[in-house]
């Protein structure tokens, strides 16, 4: 964000992103090699600018990654995306249109970054087989407060607001993991249960005992956990961490066979 021209700043918990100076639509390789998510730059930049110049994302190898549905759906909106060594040279001269696009399977990345790419095209886009975690609802509340009409015509221009981000809930089930991995306890805090609800029954089942509140997690672990299941992952509404399961899984195999 500071490489564009964006004024940010941190105090405690609060970040805070000034985003009218904006003097630059590129973003370098090495920048974009630092994380996965630097993706959802394009259709941040492509929405407001009509123009950027990436590279391919970097971030973790957990087995092939790919972009083309980011792409796909970006050029089906207007978008001219010319890929040159490496880096992607991604214009929109007339600006992006509303357009009805469908995704061959649920997918979080290409969701968000049709959504900001969408709320300042012109027209209505409408997005099937769309996302559906806690993480996309949170991003249209967002926008939401910042002007966008997520159920109407797209908006002309966006405005700044104050918006508290969701408790991530992989970091939340990864300070579970560990505590039921090292027999312990742990409080955790300021958390949204309701968002973990579908990986908290396999602690439980694992052996841990949960007790929990309206913002707060109890767990505390026995000395040995109990073999799991089969495990299933589902997209949607039927939740899907399958990451995070893995882990959980691949854990606690571990610890049983010492």
């Known amino acids: 964000l500071t490489a564009l021209g964006c004024r940010c700043s941190m105090k405690g918990h609060v970040a ?3 985003a009218d100076g904006v003097d630059c639509v590129e973003i370098s390789e090495s920048l974009m ?3 996965r998510s630097s993706i959802i730059f394009l259709g941040a930049l492509l929405g407001r600018y009509g123009s950027c110049t990436l590279s391919y994302p970097g971030g973790c190898e957990l087995g092939p990654r790919p972009i083309d549905m980011h792409l ?4 089906s909106m207007g978008a001219e995306i010319v890929q040159n060594g490496g880096r992607l040279l991604c214009r929109a001269a007339k600006g992006l249109r509303g357009k009805k696009i469908s995704f061959k399977y649920p997918s979080v990345g290409a969701t968000e970054n049709i959504m900001l790419a969408a709320v300042l095209a012109k027209g209505t886009t409408i997005i099937y087989n769309a996302a559906r975690e806690p993480e996309i609802c949170d991003l ?3 926008l939401r407060q910042c002007g966008a009409k997520i159920y ?3 908006v002309s221009a966006l405005h700044g607001t104050v918006y508290r981000i ?7 089930m990864t300070y ?3 505590a039921a991995m090292t027999g312990g306890t742990l409080q955790m805090k300021q958390t949204e249960p309701s968002q973990m609800e579908n990986l908290l029954p396999v602690l439980e089942q694992a052996g841990c005992r949960l007790d929990v509140a309206q913002k707060t997690i109890y767990l505390h672990a026995p000395a040995r956990l109990r073999a799991l299941p089969p495990i299933r ?4 509404p039927n939740q899907r961490m399958a990451r995070m399961v893995a882990y959980i899984t691949s854990c606690m195999a571990g610890i049983l066979s010492a």
Not at 72 to 75: E, F, G, H, I, V
Not at 166 to 172: A, K, Y
Not at 233 to 236: L, N
């Open 140 to 142: 249209a509340s967002f």
């Open 152 to 154: 109407g015509d797209g």
């Open 16 to 18: 805070r992103i000034q």
């Open 176 to 178: 579970l993991t560990a």
């Open 166 to 172: 969701m408790p991530d809930r992989i970091v939340g």
């Open 233 to 236: 992952t589902m997209p949607p």
């Open 33 to 35: 090699q630092e994380m």
């Open 72 to 75: 796909q759906a970006l050029r």
